[in-house]
């Protein structure tokens, strides 16, 4: 398990970084909020895709040190944006929890500890967990979630409407945000049951007061389509790729 073993080390040796992608607001274009991605590239000078070495950090448990260093990691950079504005920045970060970190991490103390180290608010940090975390333990992920409200934090739901979960659970849990998965919002313009199963989920969370991003915008045409349709906010590859933390400043100097 050699990946293991080098993921290890970059934990420790901060061969880490987190890349920070805008989501927009759909009516104003403006940047309300970045995702923080996580992006590793190793000791040959290899990226390594996430969607690689994430599997590997929850088989192994290493998702725990990950987490946790990607929760200081994204505070820190509120922190430092701030003070590079010299006031409140005006976005937030966008924290990806999966389900097994939630299920092997007490993640409300960790990031109440996050938020401490780095004199940052909750309100900066929004968490985005999958329909998959609800699944295994209903009882504690609504504890958990309930936890991450009381420290003023905003709970999305992301790639939401390819989970298996029931949807039952969208009344009982304290759901900010719904993330439509981009692979209804990809193509959608030419397809009609696309098109019906996003405006069903727009319909939903308006219904239920919750706000809805859609992912995987790549074109105007879609950015205003999903304006038009009452979507609050859009990310995808229009408005930019998932950038360092350096450039998602400048992102946010020049446009908002
Ligand atoms: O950025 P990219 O498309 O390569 O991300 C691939 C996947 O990896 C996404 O599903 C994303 O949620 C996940 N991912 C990226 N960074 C993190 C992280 O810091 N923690 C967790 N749990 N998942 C992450
Ligand atoms: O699963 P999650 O939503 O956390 O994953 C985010 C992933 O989606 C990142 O890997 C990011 O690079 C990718 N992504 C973001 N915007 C776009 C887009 O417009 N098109 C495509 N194909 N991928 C995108
Ligand atoms: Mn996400
Ligand atoms: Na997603």
Redesign the pocket.
Known sequence: FSIETELRRAIDNAELT??F?PICDLASGRIISF?????WTNEHGQPI???EF?PV??ESGL?VP??RW?MDCAARTVAEWDARAGADCGVNVA????A??LQRDQIAPMVEAALAANGVEGRRITL?L?ESALVTDPDRISQTMQALKSLGTTLAM??FGTGYSNLAYLQKLPIDILKIDRSFVTGMLADRDKIAIVRAILSLAQALGMRTTAEGIESNDLAQTLAALGCSYGQGFLYAR?VPADAAYALLADRN
């Open positions: 987190l890349h992608q995702e923080a991605l996580a992006r895709s996430p969607n994430i950090a929850e998702i990950l987490g990607a924290i990806n929890l999966s097994i970190q985005e999958t992301d790639d998932p």
